[in-house]
Every structure is written in structure tokens, then in C-alpha cells.
């Protein structure tokens, strides 16, 4: 008998509707011990709500958070809102005990970020941010053979996130749709949504970064704002690159945009060690590249791994050898481990507490960008 998992999910946009569509699957797919009950659909928009939860079957509607929080009948709170609600949410439903789940970024900054995390620790309740990436089973495979080390030491690390949708002047900033261009909902631009990516991914096979610098520009400096109704300054980086250094002594160079033409969610990366280099990019997910030096010299060079056999991550749960996954699938990966870890007392990671190193180095990518200086980072 599955113990139920009531869920309590707050907004409806793509990230709503990834999370719910995990917690939909998760039971057809893996063995946890715990059924997700889609009890409620938590948005500001009554007509939308409803039509959210008529989609995608929720048994009931809210339009105010603070009463979700407030839910006998709800296990856990999902947020899934801009970034600017994220700090009041969680720490809300953490102190109404609920375990709390938060897409990413975890927080505006890493101030903010500090303040959730003492929250889901004093309230001792399970917690959980979601970057999904990590579960992209060439992902999951690569930290396997970090893990093992297999690349020997690591020399390099690189990464760029990549796109396009920004490039017209056109487009304005704010409202539900386009909340990621204006500074007052997303805290950043392309360091908050998009390299934060990168470094969780980083973090996690590379360890902890020391030292960043970085040049940072907003390209087109005034929009319309949505809800306004007039034109305002932009304030986020629409564009970012900066150099890191980990603790390992590895290097790394990073880069993302917006005002990549041609370019809808390039996500690169590579790692290259003193005997084997892995490389990876988000449009062929299934497919991991590797070299290793070790190999006949003769037969020496990059292969392509199609990582789909059931010895490889997740992917006995899925169909048969050769039939590929894709994006989705990384969300109902992350709900089966954090249901896994919650039956055994496991926190699946990237806890608050984890998440928030990325937010630091965020922080730290923001404060080089304005000051032209190296700045290192604290980790715990
Ligand atoms: C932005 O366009 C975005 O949707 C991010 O918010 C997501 O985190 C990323 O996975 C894809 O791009």
C-alpha cells in the first residue's frame, strides 16, 4: 500500500505544468513508497487555476498561497512561481510543517537563500530545489565516471547555456509570461535562470568553486513593462560569461545568453581530466561523449555513448535498449528520488542547504560583473 503524498503545487506556467506531469508519472514508472495526490493547484488567476486543475486533474483550487500553506490536508508545498516569491513561500509552509519543495533558483539572492534554509532546518522538514539537469541520465552517467575517476585529475570545466528569444526590442518585460526579463521577479537574468543551471550541474561533479570574475551586459536597456503599461529601464544581465576556479585547482570558463541567434537552449558541457575528457549538449540528451586516453592508440578517440541500455541511470525503468527519453523525464527522475529519500530518511539532493552554494556563486558572478574584481566564495 503507496502511503499518499498530498501535494500542494503554487503556479501554473511550464514549470507547474513539468511538476505535474512528474507527479502524474512517477507511479507508473518507478518503485517508491509513496503515491503523489494531486490535492490542490494554488494561483493568483481563479479562470486559470481551474482550468489547470481540470487539465491536469487537481481536486481542489486556491488563489492565495498563505491559505495553501495553512492546509491540514496538504503534505508538501511545490512552488513554482517567480523567483521574488520564493523566500515568503517556503518559509511560510516550513513553518506550517509542510515539506517544501522549489524550483529553481532557489532564492533572489543568497541572503535570502540563507533565511529559507535556517527555515526548513529549524521547522526540520524535508526540503528539495529542482535542477533538473542533474538527472538527465548522460548527466547522472557522467558523474558516475567523475565519481570513479575515471578522468584522473580534473584539469578543465566548461559550460554555456544558450539562446535566443530575448534579441527584439520589442518584446516587453514583466507580467506572467516574461517575469525572467524584469529584475524586481527573477533577482538576475541569465545567472539566475540559466547559469544556475550550469553551476548546480558544476558543483555537483566538480566540487566546490573558490574564485569567479565576470563581465556581465544588457543589450537592449529599456522595455515596455507588462503591467505597467510603460517603458522601463532593464536591469537584468542579458548576457554573462565569467572564469572560475574550483578548489580542485580545475578551471573553468562559463557563458550564457539570450542573443545567441539560432540558439533555443544550448546547454553545453565539458570536462577534461588527464585521462579522459566527457562532453554533453542539452539537443542530443541522450548521447554523452567521451575519450579516454587510456584506450588502444590505435582505436583511440571520442565515442559516442547512447545512453539508454538499462545499466545506465534510470533508464531500466523506462522501455528497451535504443529507445531514447527526454526533457520531462528528468522531473519525474528528481519526484522518484525525493520520494525514495523521503522513505528512507535520505535527503535527495540538492537540499536548501546545497542549492544555496549556487546562489553564492551567483552573488559572487553579480558582484565581479559590477566591480571588474576576482571575488572568492565561502562554501560551508
Ligand atoms: C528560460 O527560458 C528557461 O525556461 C529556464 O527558466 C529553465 O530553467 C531552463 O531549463 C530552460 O530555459
Redesign the pocket.
Known amino acids: 500500500m503507496l502511503k499518499p503524498f498530498r501535494v500542494g503545487l503554487i503556479g501554473c506556467g511550464?514549470m507547474g505544468r513539468t511538476h505535474s506531469n512528474a507527479y502524474r508519472r512517477v507511479n507508473n514508472f518507478f518503485d517508491v513508497q509513496y503515491e503523489p495526490v494531486l490535492q490542490a493547484i494554488c494561483d493568483n488567476d481563479q479562470a486559470r487555476a481551474k482550468s489547470f486543475a481540470d487539465r491536469w486533474g487537481y481536486l481542489s483550487v486556491e488563489t492565495d498561497w498563505h491559505k495553501l500553506v495553512e492546509r491540514p490536508d496538504i503534505d508538501a508545498i511545490d512552488i513554482c512561481v517567480p523567483n521574488n516569491l520564493h523566500h515568503d513561500i517556503a518559509i511560510a509552509a516550513a513553518n506550517a510543517g509542510k515539506i517544501v519543495l522549489c524550483e529553481?533558483p532557489l532564492a533572489m539572492n543568497a541572503a535570502e537563500g540563507e533565511e529559507m534554509v535556517a527555515a526548513v532546518e529549524r521547522a526540520g522538514v524535508a526540503n528539495f530545489v529542482s535542477y533538473n539537469y542533474r538527472r538527465v541520465p548522460a548527466i547522472t552517467l557522467a558523474k558516475r565516471l567523475v565519481d570513479e575517476g575515471r578522468l584522473g585529475r580534473i584539469f578543465h570545466y566548461r559550460a554555456n547555456f544558450l539562446?535566443d528569444?530575448t534579441i527584439s526590442a520589442d518584446l516587453p518585460q514583466g507580467g506572467t509570461a516574461l517575469w525572467?526579463i524584469d529584475a524586481a521577479s527573477a533577482g538576475s537574468g541569465v545567472t539566475g535562470?540559466?547559469l544556475a543551471?550550469c553551476i548546480d550541474t558544476a558543483l555537483w561533479l566538480n566540487g566546490p568553486i573558490s574564485s569567479v570574475t565576470a563581465m556581465t551586459e544588457t543589450f537592449i536597456k529599456e522595455r515596455r513593462h507588462q503591467v505597467s503599461g510603460k517603458v522601463e529601464k532593464v536591469t537584468i544581465d542579458d548576457a554573462c560569461a565569467f572564469l572560475a576556479r574550483f578548489a580542485n585547482g580545475s578551471l573553468a570558463i562559463f557563458e550564457s545568453t539570450r542573443y545567441a541567434r539560432g540558439h533555443k537552449?544550448l546547454y553545453t558541457l565539458e570536462m577534461n581530466g588527464a585521462d579522459a575528457s566527457f562532453a554533453w549538449d542539452l539537443h542530443d540528451l541522450h548521447r554523452l561523449s567521451y575519450c579516454d586516453h587510456r584506450d588502444d592508440s590505435l582505436v583511440r578517440g571520442w565515442r559516442s555513448i547512447h545512453v539508454t541500455d538499462s545499466d545506465m541511470p534510470y533508464m531500466d525503468k523506462w522501455w528497451v535498449p535504443g529507445l531514447q527519453i527526454g526533457y520531462e523525464h528528468t522531473f519525474v527522475h528528481q519526484v522518484a528520488d525525493f520520494l525514495d529519500g523521503l522513505a528512507k530518511n535520505e535527503p535527495a539532493s540538492p537540499t536548501f542547504r546545497e542549492a544555496l552554494e549556487t546562489q553564492k556563486v551567483c552573488d559572487a558572478v553579480i558582484a565581479s560583473a559590477k566591480s571588474g574584481q576576482w571575488v572568492e566564495i565561502t562554501s560551508q
Open positions: 511550464f529553481k539562446q528569444w525572467r535562470d540559466l543551471h537552449a
